[in-house]
């Protein structure tokens, strides 16, 4: 699921948060509720579609601090009601703090209880660092009737190492991601790597960006791309099933033992030359 296009003036979301509510609380809350109201209804058209697992994009739902207590108890009790798993990317907002925003994602399970309150780790470099607060690093992980569901943020499916976190113990990959025009296409090509090379299912849900659910091989099964008209919502049926694969069990060893080899031929060779050398 993307994010509507019709509620916030251009670059009003990014300056929520940072921060700035220039308009002021009433206002700015007016628009959050109705931004609350878009998401709350799209989801339940979906779970009563058939949807078992609603995904939201990174950061799809700002949050003022002090409202966030409410807001995670209406989509409990949404959740509840609807008999199903509610996947949400969060920007919860401390209007006035050096450092304002927490980019996370909260897993709702069918009877309201939060699986798991997960803060972005690796946070990009300008703009999301100076502004976000890190998380701990350990990715969550929730065991389901739908097979065992991880979760990571945008920016962190770029690093091999930390989503091979999950490679020997999630099923499903879900991604809650942001992004613009010029880099979709490599950036959800680089989350399917990490797929790959794990053996999981993923599902990226993104806005301003390419969503796309592969299986654990890699094959597209689903794919809707933000700037296409009408882009809405992603809906598909992923096979929850973990491939053992080579990389979740030793991860860069391999290259790691190829640079070495490397090393030692190199030196190897050098060494030749400096005993022949001694020797003429």
């Known amino acids: 699921m993307t994010t509507p296009r019709n509620i ?4 009003e979301a990014t300056r929520t948060l940072e921060g700035r509510l220039d308009e002021g609380r009433e206002p700015l809350r007016a628009k959050l509720t109705r931004l609350e109201e878009w998401f709350v209804e799209h989801t339940r058209a979906e779970i009563r579609s ?3 697992i609603v995904a939201w994009p990174e950061v799809g739902l700002p949050v003022l601090e002090e409202d966030e207590a ?4 209406r989509t409990r009790w949404l959740a509840r009601e609807e008999h199903a798993y509610l996947m949400m990317g969060l920007g919860v907002v401390r209007s006035g703090a050096s450092r304002p925003l927490t980019n996370k994602v909260v897993l709702v399970n069918p009877s309201g209880q939060i699986e798991f309150d997960y803060t972005k780790t690796l946070l990009v470099p300008g703009w ?4 976000g607060n890190p998380g701990y690093g350990r990715l969550p992980i929730s065991s389901t009737p739908y097979g065992r569901v991880a979760a990571a943020i ?3 499916a770029d690093f091999p190492a930390f989503i091979r976190q999950v490679g020997r113990e999630a099923d499903l990959l879900i991604v809650p991601a942001n992004d613009w025009e010029e880099v979709k296409d490599i950036h959800v090509r680089m989350a399917v790597v990490r797929a790959i090379e794990n053996g999981v299912s993923l599902f990226r849900a ?19 791309d ?3 008209p009408g882009a809405e919502t992603l809906v598909a049926w992923v ?9 979740a069990r030793i991860g860069d060893l391999f290259a790691w033992l190829c640079v070495a080899t490397l090393v030692m031929m190199i030196g190897w060779v050098v060494l030749r030359r400096l005993l022949k050398t001694r020797t003429l």
């Open 8 to 11: 916030f003036a251009r670059g």
């Open 128 to 131: 999301e660092a100076s502004v």
């Open 50 to 52: 058939g949807a078992r």
């Open 70 to 73: 409410a807001f995670l108890e």
């Open 154 to 156: 945008c920016y962190e």
């Open 239 to 247: 096979p929850v099933r973990r491939v053992a694969t080579l990389y």
């Open 206 to 224: 993104t806005a301003s960006g390419v969503s796309i659910a592969v299986d654990s091989y890699g094959r597209t099964l689903a794919l809707t």
């Open 226 to 228: 933000h700037f296409t």
